[in-house]
Each structure stands twice: as C-alpha cells, then as structure tokens.
C-alpha cells in the first residue's frame, strides 16, 4: 500500500502545471464536455464527468445512448495510458473532424491520441509497452500479462482518478463552487 501511495506521489511531482493550466481552461471555456476511456480508464473517465456534472458544467461519457453530438464549442477529454487503444484512436479522430478541443491524460505524450491532442497531459507510468502497441490494451485484457507490481495499468488509472480529483478541487476554487451548491446536482435515487 505504502509502496503504491509513494509511487503516486512521485508521478504528481513531475506533472506540469502548464499542462493542467491549459487543461481547467480549456474545460472553463467549454460549451459541453464530452469524457472517454477503455476499460478502467473509462472508469475514471466516468467518475470525472459525475464530478465534472455536479460542479454545474454539462458532461456527457462518450458511447452513453444519451450523449449529443459533438461540436466546435465542445471539449473531449480522453484518459489513455497507452495513449494507443484502437477505438480511443478512432473516435478522437473523429471528434478532431468535428472540429472541437481534444484533451489527453496519457502515459504516452509523443504517440497515439496524444499526436491529435490541442492539449496533453502526461501522467507517467511504469507500464511496458506491448509487441503492437496499438493493441495493447486489448491484449493485456485478454491474456493477463503484467510485469509491474502495479498490474495492467493500474498505476496510471489510480493516479489519473486522484488527478481527476484534483482537477475537480481547482475548478471548485476557480468557480468559487462549494460542497453545498454541488449536493443538489448528487443523485437523490440511492
């Protein structure tokens, strides 16, 4: 547990406050926010659109039958380890057709969706890199390997969600938003 939280703190360190910036303003700024990931970073996607809808912005998860289209005024933000899982590629790709802002939280800066990305943030990760990195992901999932004591991305997911997290808290300050305006907009079905 212990060996996890030091890692998690080490990666926060060497993320870029420029990155994160550009980031909240691009977010700020956005008619829409639309949010994407596979897998466990789809999770963390997800929890960031709740966060992101109980703050007051309107947030959709990509692939839900309820999300609108995609527009000019609209901000994606994928979370992405490998940066390379083919249908995170495909629909960043389309969404950059559209001609809206593309955000990327990635371990993979230089490759993949990141090429396509107005705005990168890179969370680094000990992940190692697949025989056809395109399909990593999928492979992984399929066959179990892991080679890290932080098995198939867990690393990057763990931090990108406390990230995410923090993320919420800036806009929280940014907008002068409390936990009081937020409770109305949190589910009363549970």
Not at 2 to 26: K, N, T
Not at 99 to 121: E, K, S, Y
Request: aromatic content about 6%; proline content about 3%; charged content about 25%.
């Amino acid at each position: 547990m212990g060996l996890m939280g030091s890692r998690i703190a080490q990666i926060a360190e060497r993320i870029e406050d420029d990155e994160v910036d550009r980031l909240i303003a691009a977010l700020r700024g956005a008619r829409r926010v639309f949010v994407m990931g596979a897998g466990r970073s789809g999770l963390v996607a997800k929890a960031f659109a709740m966060r992101l809808m109980h703050l007051g912005f309107q947030s959709y998860v990509v692939g839900e039958t309820i999300t609108p289209s995609f527009g000019k005024e609209d901000v994606m933000v994928i979370f992405s380890g490998s940066g390379r899982t083919r249908t995170v590629v495909d629909i960043a790709t389309t969404a950059k057709e559209m001609g809206g802002t593309l955000c990327v939280v990635t371990a993979n800066p230089t490759g993949g969706v990141a090429t396509l990305a107005d705005v990168v943030v890179e969370i680094e990760s000990n992940r190692d890199p697949g025989d056809d990195e395109s399909c990593e992901f999928e492979r992984r999932q399929m066959t179990g390997e892991h080679k890290s004591f932080a098995p198939l991305g867990t690393l990057f997911e763990t931090t990108a969600m406390v990230f995410a997290d923090a993320v919420i808290s800036r806009l929280m300050e940014l907008g002068q938003v409390s936990e009081v305006q937020m409770k109305p907009r949190h589910t009363n079905l549970e």
